[in-house]
């Protein structure tokens, strides 16, 4: 391997061997001091190619300079201490930001793209007179650029799923509300498919529900439901003995001759679980099992309700 001392040109960069004596951290300490040098203009090209490429979009141009700023910094930060663990979080809590603004994934790797190339044209610029000492610059600089786009992308991927699954979460619970209509009484009303997902969400909450209303009686009306599977159909018979085993009774309305059928189809002694066949029947019921004395006569167009003596 040739000993020729190679001198770069206009650069201040110290000469080395041809052959390249540098350790990989020494050259990613030469590249991070060049990026340090020029960070106002690098990043200033950088936000162009963001705007010319018409990502980030839903963000001022005001917000994407702040953004990049703190993302190029942290970039070089990571190439100075190889360590990802701070750029993580900082992906985490960039992420936490721009998501509600409508940012997709796609923009966030095509910026981190953006800036490695920009990063990489820099480099090319530099050492144009000692292609074996760019080549390897590159060698080092490439594989921790690769690390750090695919940190910043599992990180945003990470972080979308987990806005997602709280979304998700926000809909299943409004789609089941509990809802407390007197004093330990307790109505789940169901409308749409039960899926086993929806299914066990719904016992969760219906659990919850009773332990923080110190609920005695549960209306679960499933006039809605169209037609319910046999593992669902287990799911709804276990929520039933649950809610026994926390001190409540349930009662189930609105059953439909197919789920009747498919209850029986499992096994489900229908006899032993408590069901009337409107929801009107249901609370009537669950008020006199609670010591309410519900009377039929009517005056003035109004159902009179009375307190009996607690039982």
């Given at each position: 391997m040739s000993k020729r001392e190679v001198n770069m040109k206009d650069t201040g960069t110290p000469s080395h061997p041809a052959g390249g004596s540098e350790a990989p951290s020494e050259l990613l300490r030469e590249l991070v001091a060049h990026l340090r040098q020029n960070r106002t203009q690098l990043r200033e090209e950088w936000v162009v190619r963001i705007t010319e490429t018409r990502l980030l979009t839903a963000m001022t141009k005001e917000e994407i300079f702040a953004e990049a700023t703190s993302v190029y910094d942290s970039y070089v930060e990571a190439l100075?201490?190889?360590?990802?663990?701070?750029?993580?979080?900082?992906?985490?809590?960039?992420?936490?930001?721009?998501?509600?603004?409508?940012?997709e994934t796609h923009e966030v790797v095509g910026i981190v793209l953006l800036l490695r190339d920009v990063l990489a044209r820099s480099l090319f610029a530099k050492y144009q007179t000692d292609f074996k000492k760019l080549n390897r610059i590159l060698d080092a600089y490439e594989p921790a650029a690769n690390r750090i786009a695919n940190t910043v992308a599992v990180g945003f991927v990470q972080e979308r799923e987990r806005v997602i699954r709280q979304q998700q979460e926000a809909i299943r619970e409004l789609s089941t509300p509990v809802l407390q209509v007197r004093e330990r009484l307790l109505i789940l009303p169901i409308i749409g498919v039960i899926d086993p997902q929806r299914a066990r969400q719904l016992t969760e909450q219906l659990l919850r529900g009773i332990r923080t209303n110190r609920a005695k009686v549960v209306v679960i009306d499933i006039t809605g439901v169209a037609a319910m599977d046999v593992t669902v159909a287990n799911h709804l018979v276990q929520t039933v003995e649950a809610s026994r085993l926390l001190g409540a009774t349930v009662i189930v309305t609105g059953l439909s001759p197919e789920i009747a059928q498919t209850l029986v189809t499992i096994g489900v002694d229908l006899g032993k679980m408590n069901t009337v066949g409107d929801l009107q029947g249901g609370i009537e019921q669950a008020e006199r099992l609670l010591g309410y004395k519900v009377e039929a006569e009517r005056l003035l167009g109004y159902k009179v309700e009375t307190l009996a003596e607690p039982r």
């Open positions: 100075e201490t190889e360590a990802f663990e701070a750029l993580q979080a900082y992906a985490r809590n960039l992420s936490e930001r721009i998501i509600p603004r409508g940012v």
